[in-house]
């Protein structure tokens, strides 16, 4: 679980006039794809939807990670399960008065339950019921826009992370999002982060093709940290 590496491109990142493209190139390269759910008042920006999820996964077989970043979850877990979601993470700061309920609801629709935790959210808040979600994620910006910058103290939560789960045997899957890029590959992977949210910062460059980027980007990853790619999840 530790040295699994996966990389999944943030869809609100693409070209939305050449979607059905660019998401086949990204399933050339990659094993994952990540779907930010905003809506305008949890997080300050509104970007994709359960129907956009929908539309990706007839034309893909790549996992779906539905990152909800809106105030009622739950609204949105039966409609995103039917969309396809393979994983469907909610915020840990949206779900305080029905943590379980929430969980428990999105194992019952067939996908997988991830939390997730803004920056200044401490990971206790999710002990009660960590053992239950099969991926955290931990953000390393404040939500809602890309382009911030990697906020360094993301790293001890990151840390600390790793070592609950392998003190305790868990089994969740660690990924980051924000700002990931080729200064913070290796701190990363060292501290056991498994799936990098790939955004502008490592992966969509402008005035570069996006499969240009992709092998640009595994080739610096696998660089950096010195990772095999045959071990990998990248294609």
Same mark, same amino acid.
């Given at each position: #679980?530790? =040295?699994?590496?996966?990389? $999944?491109?943030?869809?609100?990142?693409?070209?939305?006039?050449?979607?059905?493209?660019?998401?086949?190139?990204?399933?050339?390269?990659?094993?994952?794809?990540? $779907?930010?759910?905003?809506?305008?008042?949890?997080?300050? =920006?509104? /970007?994709?939807?359960?129907?956009?999820? +929908?539309?990706?996964?007839?034309?893909? !077989?790549?996992?779906?990670?539905?990152?909800?970043?809106? &105030?009622?979850?739950?609204?949105?877990?039966?409609?995103?399960?039917?969309?396809?979601?393979?994983?469907?993470?909610?915020?840990? &700061?949206?779900?305080?008065?029905?943590?379980?309920?929430?969980? =428990?609801?999105?194992?019952?629709?067939?996908?997988?339950?991830?939390?997730?935790?803004?920056? $200044? /959210?401490?990971? +206790?808040?999710?002990?009660? @019921?960590?053992?239950?979600?099969?991926?955290?994620?931990? #953000?390393?910006?404040?939500?809602?826009?890309?382009?911030?910058?990697?906020?360094?103290?993301?790293?001890? *939560?990151?840390?600390?992370?790793?070592?609950?789960? /392998?003190?305790?045997? @868990?089994?969740?899957?660690?990924?980051?999002?924000?700002?990931?890029? *080729?200064?913070?590959? !290796?701190?990363?992977?060292? =501290?056991?982060?498994?799936?990098?949210?790939?955004? /502008?910062?490592?992966?969509? &460059? &402008?005035?570069?093709?996006?499969?240009?980027?992709?092998? *640009?980007?595994?080739?610096?990853?696998?660089? +950096?940290?010195?990772?095999?790619?045959?071990?990998?999840?990248?294609?």
């Amino acid at each position: #679980m530790k =040295n699994e590496v996966i990389f $999944a491109p943030s869809l609100m990142c693409i070209d939305f006039m050449n979607a059905y493209d660019d998401v086949k190139v990204l399933e050339k390269h990659f094993g994952m794809l990540h $779907a930010d759910i905003m809506d305008g008042h949890f997080a300050p =920006n509104i /970007t994709l939807s359960p129907g956009f999820v +929908e539309s990706v996964k007839k034309i893909t !077989k790549l996992p779906v990670d539905a990152h909800l970043m809106v &105030e009622h979850p739950n609204d949105y877990i039966d409609t995103l399960a039917k969309a396809g979601a393979d994983y469907i993470t909610v915020h840990a &700061e949206t779900i305080i008065p029905n943590a379980f309920r929430t969980i =428990n609801r999105i194992k019952e629709s067939g996908a997988k339950p991830g939390v997730a935790l803004c920056p $200044a /959210t401490p990971l +206790e808040v999710i002990d009660s @019921y960590i053992d239950m979600i099969d991926l955290l994620l931990i #953000m390393t910006v404040d939500i809602g826009y890309a382009g911030q910058r990697f906020i360094p103290q993301m790293m001890k *939560k990151i840390e600390h992370a790793d070592r609950l789960r /392998t003190e305790n045997g @868990y089994n969740f899957l660690i990924q980051v999002d924000g700002c990931i890029g *080729k200064d913070v590959y !290796k701190k990363l992977f060292d =501290n056991g982060v498994n799936v990098y949210v790939m955004g /502008t910062a490592g992966l969509f &460059e &402008e005035g570069m093709s996006l499969d240009a980027a992709s092998e *640009k980007m595994q080739k610096e990853f696998f660089l +950096e940290t010195g990772v095999c790619q045959r071990d990998s999840n990248s294609k």
